[in-house]
């Protein structure tokens, strides 16, 4: 997943607050001009938030789980018998 475009898309909306409501009110328009990939598209037309700080997060949430895992779980004790 390519963040630039979702890092536009949220830069224009913290700048226009034209955008920002029609990005919460009309999301299938307001990112038609924005170069998505069809997942971010899907994922971001279906948002359903009251305000720009919970589109936001739920956006942030989608982008944290999509992240690739750094860490590993590394068993702590072997149970051998």
Do not use: C, Y
């Not at 924005?34 to 739920?58: D, M």
């Amino acid at each position: 997943m390519a963040k630039d475009d979702l890092q536009e898309l949220v830069g224009t909306a913290i700048i226009s607050s034209q955008f920002r409501s029609e990005l919460i009110t009309n999301t299938a328009r307001a990112i038609e001009d924005f170069n998505l990939s069809p997942e971010e598209r899907l994922f971001v037309s279906n948002i359903r938030a009251n305000t720009f700080q919970s589109f936001a997060q739920q956006l942030h949430d989608w982008i944290s789980d999509e992240s690739p895992v750094v860490m590993h779980r590394v068993p702590t004790a072997i149970i051998t018998r």
